[in-house]
C-alpha cells in the first residue's frame, strides 16, 4: 500500500499541494480535478521528482529521502516521450537493461510486450518515425514492461484522437487486469475518471476533497468543491435562505417549504445535476446555449439571474433565447451548509 | 458574414502526388457553424488552411459571397483564426492584444479603446483589460485569441482549429456557449477542424467527416447519429461505437440469428450484410427482449452506465442512466424500436 | 517561364561554386609553378602554359629557400586535437549543467554565467596576450605544447558551452526525469541518454573548436618563441623579401587539407541522420 501523509508544497506563494493525505491500494485510483488543481504535482512527488514536505512511505518503507531512479515507479506523461536515439524495441528493454538484465533477455521480455500492444511491426523503428498514438502506445508499454508496483499515468492519453482513446483506455485496463500494481492515473475528465477508476480521488487547489468508490462519491459530494469536480455536465448550485416556516431561492423567489426536509433556519445551497432539472412545469427560462450529442441534449437555461443546465436523453432543439420552462426536481437535491459542507442528501442514487 | 462556397476543391501537395483533399463541393451558408472532424491525417486541416489562404489549393476554387478569393493571401480574406494553442502576444497587456489588429490597420485610438472595450465586454474579459495576457488561465488565453479576430468589424469568418484541446471538459461549456453566443449576435460564419466528435456535434448546425481526404458525410448532427451513411461513421461518431451484427439473409428478410433483429432486405441485396444500432437507443428489458446475454463489463460514467453483454452473434454495448443494479454474470435482455434498427450492405447504409 | 526561372537558379549555382572553388585551383596550380611561371601572367594548363615544378612542395620539408613544416604540423595537431578534446568534455559539461542546474551567484543567474563564458570571446585577442604570456611565464610554460594546449583550452571552451547549451536546451527535462525512472543516476542518465542524443552538438561543437585552433595565428605567434612552433606561424615565416607564391600556396593547401577532409566526413554524417529522432 502507497500511503501519503501530509504533502505539502508551496512554490513562490501557490500551494501546489496542501497536506495531502491519502493511501492507495492495488487496482486504478483516479485523480480527478482541473488543470491547477495538483494531480502532476502529486505524481511529481510520489515519483520523486517534486519534493514536498511530509511523508510518503510504500508498504511501511519510507520514501522521503529515496532518489527517483531508486523508487519503483513508472510514469507516463501527456506527452509522448520515449528515447530518441533508440529503437522502440530497445526503448522497452533500456530500463530493464538498466536493472541488470542482460541484454538478450531485456530484449526478449520488450518484444513480448511490444505484442501485447501490438507494435511488433514497428520494433526496429525509430519512435520519430510513429504516428502520436503509435508514440503514446510505446510510452505505456516501456513504462508496464517494467512490471513496477506503481504506474503513474499523467493524462496520458489527453493528445491522443477521440477514439483511439477510447480504445486505448480499454487497452490499459486489459493489460493491467490481475496485474496487482497500484495505479493512480490523473484525468480532467470526470466521466473518464469515473468509469476507469476502482477508486476516486477529487481534488482542487492542491487538496484532495474526497475520496472512495466512483459510484458512493458521485452519489455524494461531500463539498461544494467536490460537487463542482464530479459532475460533467456542470452542476447546478442554487443558494437559498431557509427559516422555519419560509423557503427563498436566491434569484428563484420563495418556494414551498416543504420542497426540503426539516432544516435549522439559515443559509443553503441546494446542488442539483443537470439529469434532475426536467421540462415543463412553472419555472419561466429563457434558453442560452442548446448542445445537442447524438442522444442526448444538453441546455444552459437562465432562470432571472440563476444559470441552470439541463439535461434531456433525447434529440431536442431549444431556439437560442426562446423560452421554456422547467422544473427542479428538489427531492433529488444535495443540501450544503453554509460551510459548503453536505448535511442532507436527495431521494435518488440512494 | 459571408457565405463560403468550395467548387471542385481538391489539394494535392506535390503534382501528380496522391490527394491530400479529393475533389469536393460544398457550400457553406452565411453565419452557420460548420465542424470538419476526422482522424489526424483525414484531410480536415488541409482544408482549413486552404480556406484561411495558408496554402494555395492545386484545383478548384474558394468563393466567399461570390467572389474568388482562391489567389488571395490570408490577409485580404478578412479570416480570424483560433488555434489549438493561445497563440496571444506574451510581453502585451490583454487589452493591447485585442487591440493589435486595429493598430496595424491603423485605426485611430479612440476607435480603437471602443471596439476593444466592446470586445472585452462580450467576452467577459473587462476587467482584465489592464493585466499581462501572459498571466491568463488556458481558456481565458484562447478568449483573447478569439478576440483578436472580431476585433476587426469587417470578419468574414471564424475558423477555429481545435481550439478546445488544452480547456478543462467543465471551463469547455463557457467557451462554447460564448461562440454561440457571438455566433448568433455578430452573424459571422464558423469552422471548427476537431478529432473530438462530441466537440463538433456539440458546436455544429453541420457536420463534416472526412477520412482519408474524403468527405465521407455531412449532415446535421442528428443525421450522423442516427443514419451513418457508412459503418465507419458509425463507429466513429458516438460513444460507445455504434453496434453492429453480422446478418444473414431469409426469406427476404437480413436476420441476426440468435435474436429478433431482423429488417425487410430490399431486391438483389446479397452477402456481407450488417444490421447496427446505437447503444442509446436499445433499453434494457426482459418481456420484450429481442435478445439477450451475458453481463461482460459495466462501466459507471456518474448519470450514465454503459453496459457490455455478449451475445453469440458478437458483443453487444448499451447505455442506461445510471442505477440499473447490473453485475458482470447476470443476464440482460434489451429491446429496440424497430425503427432505429439500420441494415448496412458492404459497410454502406441500404435502409 | 518555369523553364527560364529554372535557368536562372543554375547560373547563380554556377557561379557561386566557381567564385568558391577559385581560390583552391589557383592554389593547386600556383603551388606548382616557378618564380617565372607566376610572374609571367595568369596561367592554368600544367606542361601546356607552364612547366610545372615541385620546388614548391620541397621547400616544405628543408628544400631548398624553405624551412621543414613537419614539425609544426605535427605540433599543430597535437595542440589544436588535444585542446579541442579538453575544451570539448570540459565544456560539454558545464554546459549541461547550465542547462540543467538552476545556479545563482549574488545577482547572476544561469543566463549570466553562460553569458559570462561567451563574452570571452567577445574581447580582441590581443587584450588576452599579455596576461597569458605573463601568467604562462610564471608557470614556466612559455613556449611549450602544454602551455599552448592551456591557453588554446580557455579560448575554445566557450564557443563548446554556447553551442552545447542550445542543444541540451532542446532536450526535453522530462527525458531527464523518465530516464531516472527507468533507474538511471544523474551520472548514467547523461551519458546514456543525453549525450547520445546531442551527439549532432557534440560535432558541430568539435567542428568549430578544430577550426578555431587550428587556425588560430595570434596566440602561437605571441606565446612561442624558436621551440615550438605550430603551423600557422611556420607559413607565415616562409615568407622572406620575395614572395615565395609557390611555397606559400602548399603550405596553404597543406593546412586547409585536414579540416576539409573533415568537415566533408561531417557533412556526410549528419546528412546521414546524425540528426534524427528528436524528442515529439
Redesign the interface.
Known amino acids: 500500500m502507497l500511503s501519503l501523509s501530509d504533502l505539502t508544497l508551496t512554490e513562490s506563494g501557490v500551494p501546489h499541494l496542501a497536506g495531502i493525505s491519502l493511501a492507495f491500494r492495488p487496482g486504478l485510483t483516479t485523480l480527478l480535478g482541473?488543470?491547477?488543481a495538483g494531480k502532476t504535482t502529486l505524481l511529481r512527488a510520489i515519483?520523486?521528482?517534486a519534493q514536498p514536505t511530509g511523508q510518503i512511505r510504500f508498504n511501511g518503507e519510507d520514501w522521503s529521502r529515496l532518489?527517483?531512479?531508486q523508487r519503483p515507479?513508472?510514469?507516463v506523461?501527456q506527452?509522448?516521450?520515449?528515447?530518441?536515439?533508440l529503437n522502440v524495441l530497445d526503448n522497452l528493454a533500456?530500463?530493464l537493461m538498466?536493472?541488470g538484465e542482460a541484454k538478450a533477455a531485456a530484449r526478449e521480455t520488450a518484444r513480448d510486450m511490444l505484442g501485447r500492444v501490438g507494435l511488433s511491426q514497428m520494433a526496429s523503428r525509430?519512435?520519430?518515425e510513429l504516428?502520436?498514438g503509435q508514440?503514446q502506445r510505446v510510452a505505456i508499454a516501456?513504462a508496464l514492461v517494467?512490471g513496477a508496483p506503481i504506474l503513474l499515468l499523467d493524462e496520458p492519453f489527453?493528445?491522443l484522437?477521440?477514439?483511439?482513446r477510447?480504445g486505448m483506455r480499454e487497452e490499459l485496463s486489459a493489460l493491467l487486469q490481475a496485474s496487482g500494481t497500484t495505479v493512480i492515473y490523473a484525468s480532467?475528465?470526470?466521466?473518464e475518471a469515473?468509469?476507469m477508476g476502482d477508486q476516486v480521488v477529487l481534488m482542487a487547489e492542491g487538496r484532495a476533497l474526497q475520496s472512495g468508490a466512483?459510484?458512493a462519491v458521485?452519489a455524494a459530494p461531500e463539498t461544494l468543491d467536490a460537487a463542482?469536480v464530479?459532475?460533467?455536465?456542470?452542476v447546478n448550485l442554487l443558494g437559498a435562505a431557509v427559516s422555519d416556516t419560509t423557503l427563498v431561492l436566491d434569484h428563484l423567489g420563495p418556494a414551498p417549504r416543504d420542497l426540503l426536509p426539516p432544516l435549522p433556519p439559515g443559509r443553503y445551497t441546494l446542488a442539483l445535476?443537470?439529469?434532475d432539472i426536467r421540462q415543463g412545469g412553472s419555472l419561466m427560462t429563457r434558453v442560452?446555449?442548446t448542445?445537442?450529442?447524438?442522444?442526448?441534449t444538453?441546455t444552459?437555461l437562465d432562470a432571472g439571474g440563476q444559470p441552470l443546465?439541463m439535461?434531456e436523453?433525447q434529440?431536442a432543439e431549444h431556439a437560442?433565447?426562446s423560452s421554456l420552462v422547467v422544473t427542479p426536481d428538489f427531492k433529488a437535491a444535495l443540501i450544503y451548509g453554509p460551510d459548503g459542507r453536505l448535511i442532507a442528501k436527495g431521494g435518488?442514487?440512494g | 458574414m459571408a457565405e463560403i462556397r468550395l467548387e471542385t476543391l481538391a489539394h494535392r501537395y506535390s503534382p501528380g502526388g496522391t490527394y491530400a483533399l479529393k475533389p469536393l463541393d460544398m457550400i457553406w451558408r452565411s453565419g452557420g457553424t460548420y465542424a470538419l472532424l476526422g482522424?489526424?491525417g483525414c484531410g480536415k486541416s488541409t482544408m482549413l488552411n486552404i480556406i484561411s489562404g495558408l496554402i494555395r489549393p492545386s484545383e478548384g476554387r474558394v468563393l466567399f459571397d461570390g467572389q474568388d478569393v482562391t489567389a488571395f493571401d490570408t490577409g485580404r480574406r478578412r479570416i480570424a483564426q483560433v488555434f489549438q494553442v493561445p497563440v496571444i502576444y506574451r510581453s502585451m497587456t490583454v487589452g493591447q492584444n485585442l487591440g493589435f489588429p486595429l493598430v496595424c490597420q491603423g485605426v485611430p485610438a479612440a476607435h480603437r479603446r471602443k471596439r476593444v472595450e466592446a470586445i472585452a465586454e462580450r467576452l467577459g474579459l473587462t476587467g482584465a483589460l489592464n493585466r499581462p495576457a501572459n498571466a491568463l488561465?488556458?481558456d481565458q488565453k484562447q478568449l483573447v485569441s478569439l478576440g483578436r479576430g472580431l476585433v476587426r468589424d469587417d470578419v468574414a469568418a471564424i475558423l477555429l482549429d481545435e481550439p478546445l484541446?488544452v480547456i478543462?471538459?467543465?471551463?469547455k461549456?463557457e467557451l462554447?456557449?460564448i461562440l454561440?453566443?457571438i455566433n448568433?449576435e455578430f452573424g459571422v460564419t464558423m469552422v471548427l477542424v476537431t478529432?473530438?466528435?462530441?466537440e463538433a456535434?456539440?458546436?455544429a448546425e453541420e457536420v463534416i467527416v472526412m477520412n482519408t481526404g474524403e468527405v465521407v458525410q455531412a449532415g446535421s448532427?442528428?443525421d450522423l447519429?442516427e443514419r451513418p451513411l457508412t459503418r465507419h461513421v458509425g463507429?466513429?461518431?458516438?460513444?460507445?461505437?455504434m453496434n453492429f451484427l453480422p446478418a444473414t439473409a431469409q426469406g427476404g428478410a437480413a436476420v441476426v440469428p440468435g435474436t429478433g433483429l431482423s429488417m425487410p432486405l430490399p431486391e438483389g441485396a446479397g452477402s456481407a450484410l450488417s444490421l447496427g444500432f446505437?447503444p442509446?437507443?436499445a433499453r434494457l428489458a426482459t418481456a420484450d427482449a429481442i435478445l439477450s446475454g451475458t453481463v461482460t463489463r459495466l462501466?459507471?460514467?456518474?448519470?450514465d452506465e454503459?453496459i457490455a453483454i455478449r451475445h453469440p452473434a458478437g458483443e453487444i454495448r448499451l447505455?442506461a442512466?445510471?442505477?440499473t443494479g447490473l453485475v458482470p454474470g447476470d443476464t440482460a435482455g434489451i429491446a429496440l424500436d424497430p425503427g432505429r434498427l439500420r441494415l448496412y450492405l458492404d459497410d454502406r447504409l441500404m435502409a | 517561364m518555369k523553364t527560364l526561372y529554372l535557368a536562372l537558379k543554375y547560373l547563380a549555382v554556377t557561379l557561386w561554386s566557381a567564385f568558391v572553388i577559385f581560390p583552391f585551383l589557383w592554389m593547386l596550380s600556383t603551388s606548382f609553378k616557378t618564380s617565372n611561371a607566376v610572374t609571367g601572367g595568369a596561367t592554368w594548363l600544367p606542361w601546356a602554359q607552364f612547366e610545372p615544378s615541385l620546388a614548391g612542395w620541397k621547400s616544405l620539408f628543408g628544400g631548398a629557400g624553405g624551412i621543414n613544416i613537419v614539425k609544426p604540423y605535427i605540433n599543430s595537431v597535437i595542440v589544436t586535437g588535444s585542446a579541442s578534446v579538453i575544451a570539448l568534455v570540459l565544456g560539454t559539461l558545464a554546459a549541461y549543467g547550465l542547462s540543467r542546474f538552476t545556479f545563482r551567484a549574488g545577482p547572476l543567474r544561469n543566463g549570466d554565467i553562460t553569458f559570462f563564458f561567451i563574452s570571452q570571446r567577445i574581447m580582441p585577442p590581443i587584450v588576452l596576450a599579455i596576461p597569458f604570456f605573463l601568467m604562462l611565464r610564471w608557470l614556466g610554460l612559455l613556449d611549450s605544447l602544454a602551455g599552448l594546449i592551456l591557453v588554446y583550452v580557455a579560448a575554445l571552451m566557450p564557443i563548446a558551452v554556447w553551442v552545447m547549451v542550445d542543444f541540451f536546451n532542446t532536450i526535453?527535462r522530462?527525458?531527464d526525469?523518465?530516464?531516472?525512472?527507468?533507474?538511471?543516476?544523474p551520472v548514467?542518465t547523461f551519458f546514456?541518454?543525453i549525450l547520445?542524443?546531442v551527439?549532432p552538438g557534440l560535432v558541430v561543437a568539435g567542428m568549430f573548436c578544430l577550426i578555431f585552433g587550428w587556425n588560430d595565428f595570434f596566440f602561437a605567434f605571441t606565446l612561442t618563441f624558436t621551440e615550438t612552433q605550430l603551423l600557422p606561424v611556420s607559413i607565415v615565416a616562409l615568407n622572406s623579401s620575395v614572395t615565395p607564391w609557390w611555397s606559400l600556396s602548399a603550405a596553404a593547401i597543406v593546412s586547409v587539407a585536414p579540416l576539409a577532409v573533415l568537415a566533408f566526413v561531417v557533412e556526410r554524417f549528419l546528412a546521414k541522420g546524425g540528426l534524427?529522432?528528436?524528442?515529439?
Open positions: 482541473r488543470t491547477g515519483a520523486g521528482l532518489a527517483p531512479w515507479v513508472a510514469m506523461t506527452q509522448f516521450i520515449n528515447y530518441p536515439h533500456f530500463p538498466r536493472r525509430r519512435p520519430s504516428s502520436g508514440q516501456r517494467k489527453v493528445n484522437d477521440y477514439n483511439l477510447e480532467t475528465d470526470p466521466r469515473l468509469r466512483p459510484r458521485f463542482r464530479v459532475n460533467d455536465p456542470p445535476r443537470a439529469e442560452a446555449l448542445e445537442v450529442s447524438g442522444s442526448e444538453v444552459h443546465v439535461l436523453r434529440v437560442l433565447g435518488r442514487n | 482522424p489526424s488561465t488556458a484541446t478543462d471538459p467543465q471551463q461549456f462554447r456557449r454561440k453566443e448568433a478529432h473530438d466528435q462530441t456535434m456539440t458546436f448532427p442528428r447519429f463507429s466513429f461518431i458516438g460513444a460507445p461505437a446505437r442509446e437507443h462501466w459507471f460514467e456518474g448519470l454503459i447505455r442512466p445510471a442505477g | 526535453p522530462a527525458l526525469e523518465m530516464a531516472w525512472m527507468d533507474g538511471c543516476t548514467t546514456r541518454v547520445p542524443n551527439l534524427a529522432g528528436a524528442v515529439r
